[in-house]
């Protein structure tokens, strides 16, 4: 199985952070099929978080995707989404730092919508985000 994460511009501006998310990921089990850095503009970030637009954090959240370069990674391995989501921890980030304190957005999230990183939540999530990112290469 194969799932999509993005480590956001705030922690691939910090390579302490950097650094130690990618020895989680190490850890995990998790391979990295594919890896590249990207700097989304304004319309490639609304048109990915679309399903957010009428949100009150859409603003933010566009105007941190677009602050600076991006990692886009596809991950493999059993129960890929699953695995990568548990490392990553809850989307609220003073949630994880109680509930789930060794995960990635407890250690490097600043708010929810700075919350260190995005996975894909389900298959046809990983699908879609897929070719937005890496189009239609086979991998």
Not at 74 to 89: E, K, V
Not at 115 to 125: F, I, L, R, V
């Amino acid at each position: 199985m194969i799932t999509l994460a993005i480590v956001k511009p705030h922690c691939l501006k910090n390579p302490i952070a950097y650094q130690t998310i990618q020895q989680m990921l190490i850890k995990s089990g998790l391979k990295v099929v594919a890896r590249k850095r990207i700097n989304l503009s304004r319309d490639e970030a609304e048109k990915f978080y679309e399903e957010h637009r009428n949100k009150f954090f859409f603003r933010r959240l566009v105007s941190l995707m677009t602050s600076g370069p991006s990692e886009v990674v596809l991950l493999s391995g059993n129960d890929a989404i699953q695995q990568w989501r548990n490392l990553m921890g809850p989307t609220k980030v003073l949630k994880s730092v109680y509930s789930h304190p060794a995960c990635i957005r407890s250690c490097f999230g600043l708010s929810d919508t700075r919350n260190a990183t995005h996975g894909s939540d389900s298959e046809q999530s990983v699908m879609i985000e897929r070719k937005f990112f890496f189009g239609d290469a086979t991998i």
